[in-house]
């Protein structure tokens, strides 16, 4: 199975500031044929179910404001959060749909400083 | 607009099995995937599995394999999770969601089976 390594586990941000998660894989998310990372970062709010934010690595997902970016390739990915806002209080996972099992990242707890 | 609702909270013994469904509206049933992810308490997401809603096809955790079985009825638009032989560790938030071209773009709300004797 492809494991998912997140940094950091958690993160304190002041409100207006960036935010920056790390994910890396252990084999490479990089489909040749297709040119595309088979590769997401979800939002998870608490009581909530997962939001798909960003998918093939840097593509937003419809109604995500764009101070979310994801980027990286093959086996290292980061998702920034420009300018953070008291709603992006939230665990965000980074995910693998490579090949199945789908795997996920162990979750990073982002707060407000 | 794309809605995935799941049915009620569950509280089961162990040795026992759980059936949970997944209603979807909002969109052609039979043109997308059902995948069934969970996350224990405090813990990360884990893929359980998954159903293509068309034509039936299923492939599931080598984790889970032996005791989930994923099935459909796209007359009633709805897909189906039975786990077998819970223990503890099964307590969980069991969520469906819907297979895009890209990824899991649309979640269920969640159901919350919990195993204790």
């Known amino acids: 199975d492809v494991v998912m390594t997140q940094s950091p586990d958690s993160l304190a941000v002041s409100l207006g500031e960036r935010a920056t998660i790390n994910c890396k894989s252990s084999q490479s998310l990089f489909d040749t044929a297709y040119n595309k990372n088979y590769f997401a970062w979800y939002q998870q709010k608490s009581g909530q179910p997962p939001k798909l934010l960003i998918y093939?690595?840097?593509t937003r997902n419809s109604g995500v404001p764009d101070r979310f970016s994801g980027s990286g390739s093959g086996t290292d990915f980061t998702l920034t959060i420009s300018s953070l806002q008291a709603e992006d209080v939230a665990v965000y996972y980074c995910?693998?749909?490579?090949?199945?099992?789908?795997?996920f990242g162990q979750g990073t707890k982002l707060e407000l400083k | 607009q794309v809605l995935l609702v799941q049915s009620g909270a569950e509280l089961a013994k162990p040795g026992a099995s759980v059936r949970i469904s997944c209603k979807a509206s909002?969109?052609?049933?039979?043109?997308?995937?059902i995948h069934w992810v969970r996350q224990a308490p405090g813990h990360t997401l884990e893929w359980m599995g998954w159903?293509?809603?068309?034509?039936?096809?299923?492939k599931y955790s080598q984790k889970f394999q032996g005791r989930i079985a994923i099935t459909r009825d796209t007359s009633a638009n709805t897909a189906y999770m039975e786990l077998s032989s819970l223990r503890s560790e099964d307590t969980a938030v069991y969520y469906c969601?819907?297979?895009?071209?890209?990824?899991?773009?649309?979640w269920g709300q969640g159901t919350l089976v919990s195993v204790s004797s």
């Open positions: 969601a819907r297979r895009a071209v890209t990824t899991l773009d649309f």
């Open positions: 909002g969109y052609s049933f039979s043109s997308y995937g």
């Open positions: 159903i293509n809603a068309g034509h039936g096809n299923t």
């Open positions: 995910q693998q749909y490579f090949g199945t099992p789908y795997t």
């Open positions: 093939w690595a840097s």
